[in-house]
DNA sequence: GAATAAACCGCATATTTATGTGATCTCATC
DNA sequence: GATGAGATCACATAAATATGCGGTTTATTC
């Protein structure tokens, strides 16, 4: 049996979703608040339920809010969003938070039933327009970079070896060439990267920026 | 009519998936390959499909470089990864060299032809499973940092000055100090770091370790 | 009120880094 | 076959870093 909480505000749509789900013979939905707050007071004193659906606009403190103190308080409920906010900025803050699942609010009851279900097998339902949102955060970052660094191979060897925390003289041994010859090489990285230090050349790479 | 492309090395999978495609009254699958380099050759003297499935492990070039020459080439074919790959680091690497949905390879035709339609209608089709990596990505940063490093305000000062390639010198100025008593603080940070050059503490520190 | 931690300062020195100048060899390009 | 870029090596030196030792002052804690 899973139980499934509700913390929405919308007293229609809570009691709809409620009923329904309370309804179906897996589950059962007893714990329904309009508050983040409420839901944090009826949890001190009672067991938590397995899922929790969370709208985001609510009185008091947001949803997002009150997944990080859910999700602190009690790690093992599995949390949904259940909202009309789709900007990237919402669902990335919520998943960050500790969300599993986000859907919309014109998400159907059985869809809604079905993600219940398929979130507590370890599933993590979101719409597909959610899910290409998530996965344009991966994206994101590429056009950033347009180095014009340039390094030769064996350039970025060095390089690495810097970032490896080691000395001109090991990196000398690793790649088995003589510690003169790490100095030439690291005088033409500096002149490329227009640095002259070693930390430089660290923090620019670590940064992505070579 | 979506036409779609596929990348499989394994030819009776391939040949299995391309049938069913070319079947449907809305898709096209005449464009089989089962090496990135042949696909690339391909795409050169013909217009590329709308979908792409893509196997990542393949004779050559891997799948996941294939995508971002193919992104990058021709940036409006979606692309699908279709493998028996789970792990995290695979999932995120595809994801990040652009492609839009992940399906493992014991999904059934009917439902590699559902993801298809969702994909090209925006979607971001992807197993439970995987979504569930794709947002644990999303709470990993957390617990990640449990550093007992434990550096006091000023330390931190002096790392921070560390990272933005000051000299010992430059940070004694920025904080109003003597250069002796940066000594000091790196001597001590070095302990509490279990480092003993700059360039470590800068590489730990861009790394989140601190 | 003794102990501890943090921030501060100084002196000394060995090692490492940054930078200059100059050279040889190979490979590709024109 | 000259030109140029890349990789290799050498010698030299000033500057910066790493590390040892020592110390004071000011909070906070027990």
Redesign the interface.
């Known amino acids: 049996m899973i139980e499934v909480g509700i913390v929405e505000d919308n007293v229609k749509i809570r009691n709809l979703i409620q009923r329904y789900l309370d309804m179906q013979d897996n589950m059962s939905c007893k714990i329904a608040m309009d508050s983040v707050e409420e839901m944090l007071e009826y949890l001190k004193v009672h067991k938590p339920p397995n899922v929790m659906l969370m709208d985001i606009q609510l009185p008091g403190m947001s949803g997002i809010k009150g997944i990080e103190i859910i999700k602190k308080e009690y790690p093992s409920v599995e949390i949904m969003m259940l909202t009309i906010y789709h900007d990237s900025h919402k669902i990335?803050d919520s998943?960050?938070a500790?969300a599993?699942g986000y859907l919309l609010k014109h998400t159907s009851l059985p869809e809604i039933k079905e993600s219940i279900e398929?979130l507590v097998?370890?599933?993590?339902?979101?719409?597909?327009?959610i899910?290409?949102k998530?996965?344009q955060h991966?994206?994101q970052?590429?056009p950033e970079h347009k180095p014009e660094s340039d390094l030769t191979a064996r350039e970025q060897d060095i390089v690495n070896g810097?970032?490896?925390?080691?000395?001109y003289k090991l990196i000398a041994d690793r790649f088995d060439i003589s510690i003169d010859t790490v100095r030439a090489h690291i005088r033409n990285i500096y002149k490329k990267l227009h640095?002259n230090?070693?930390?430089?050349v660290?923090?620019k790479s670590?940064?992505g920026e070579i």
């Open positions: 990335f998943l960050v500790g599993s398929n097998q370890g599933g993590a339902p979101m719409s597909p327009q899910a290409r998530v996965i991966f994206n970052p590429k810097l970032v490896d925390g080691l000395s640095v230090s070693k930390a430089e660290i923090a670590l940064r």
